[in-house]
Structure formats: structure tokens, C-alpha cells
């Protein structure tokens, strides 16, 4: 198993940065990528970035690709999202998730390759 922690959320106005933190522990050997999907009330989980474990390999989706960057930092077993020029559409509870399989490109996008997830961490962005 696998448990996943997000933190780092927070209220920031638009054209901000806030930087997300999602903690790994457990049997993090077996996660082969990790992946961010904000959600936001009445709307269904949307795909943002998604990096390889070793942090050689990132994908991002349309809407955030040049303001948001996805790391690793596997010695703290640590995946981080900056996010930088910050709209209020990207208000939502941003969740981190796990896959165990290899995957790559566009298969990304889709959450149910992803195996844990974590409990979410609320972002707001006002105008």
C-alpha cells in the first residue's frame, strides 16, 4: 500500500504562486508516476501534470502547461507542483495520485491507471 499526503494549499490572489507538496510513504517502491488533479465543486477531477518517479519524464495538460512545474524529490519521497501565475479558475481541491503501472503521454490524463490517492488540499485563487 501506499499513502499519499497533499499540503501546501492556500488563499492567494490571482497572479500568484503557490508551491504543492505531496508526500509518499508506505510501499513507494512500487510507484512508477505520480499525477495532480485539481477538482473543484460540481466539476469532475481534472488532469494537470504528471511525472515518472524518477523524475525523468513530465506531461502536463493544456491549461496549465509554461505555469505549472511538476519535480520529484525521491530522497524525501516528495512530489512537488509550483504553480505560478494563478487564476481563479484554477480554485479546487488539488488531489495527488499514484500509479503502479508504466504508462506515458496522454494515458496520464486518465484517472483510473492511477492506483492511490491522496486526501486532497484546497486551493483558492481570487480575483
Known amino acids: 500500500q501506499v499513502q499519499l499526503v497533499e499540503s501546501g494549499g492556500g488563499l492567494v490572489q490571482a497572479g500568484g504562486s503557490l508551491r504543492l507538496s505531496c508526500a509518499a510513504s508506505?510501499?513507494?517502491?512500487?510507484?512508477?508516476?505520480i499525477g495532480w488533479f485539481p477538482q473543484a465543486p460540481g466539476k469532475e477531477r481534472e488532469f494537470v501534470a504528471a511525472i515518472r518517479w524518477n523524475g525523468q519524464y513530465t506531461y502536463y495538460g493544456d491549461s496549465v502547461r509554461g505555469r505549472f512545474t511538476i519535480s520529484t524529490d525521491t530522497a524525501k519521497n516528495t512530489v512537488l507542483l509550483q504553480m505560478n501565475l494563478l487564476k481563479p479558475e484554477d480554485t479546487a481541491v488539488y488531489y495527488c495520485a499514484a500509479g503502479s503501472k508504466y504508462a506515458c503521454g496522454s494515458l496520464y490524463r486518465d484517472p483510473n491507471i492511477y492506483d492511490y490517492w491522496g486526501q486532497g488540499t484546497q486551493v483558492t485563487v481570487s480575483s
Open positions: 508506505g510501499s513507494t517502491f512500487s510507484i512508477k508516476f
